[in-house]
């Protein structure tokens, strides 16, 4: 995560490329998209490394976890559920994007992003209109404060050169 964005997208976690529509895939991988499946979930990324899996199944430690309506699922905390994620290899490796992204049907939720593991000062909450966010608290504290720890260390050796009591 940036450190200078006190709040991003979601999409900073994911560990793999999200592809919107077949023609940013076609465009980032330099071939078509494999044929829509309508009667599995839509996937927009890809694990280039899962076929290489000597298992049949590839876990992911951590993906968001979405409701039969397609929103995210809230814990009792209020903040969007994490848990692993277990596919098949041969699915981990390849996209189901529909042909036309308006089209699409949405009767099965879209599979989940694996993510990276949130940094100590990191957290995942909903916004407006139930979109997702990853905060930097301190970030976000400093800009509350006025000052950062970075801003009051310089102070206190501005304050130290002065002969100033700080």
Partial sequence: MSETAPITGIDKLYLFPYFSTREEYRAAMGKEAPPYKPYKPRKHWLDPKAAENTRRYVTYERALV??????????????????????????????????????????LPEVAVPMRALESFERIEFAFGGALVVKNVILLEQMQSGFGETDRALLRAIARKLDIAA
């Fill in 66 to 107: 979405y409701a039969a309506d397609g929103r995210p699922m809230a814990g009792p905390d209020q903040r969007p559920v994490i848990d692993e994620l277990v596919l098949p290899k041969e699915e981990a490796g390849e996209v189901n994007l529909p042909p036309d992204a308006d089209a699409a049907a949405r009767a």
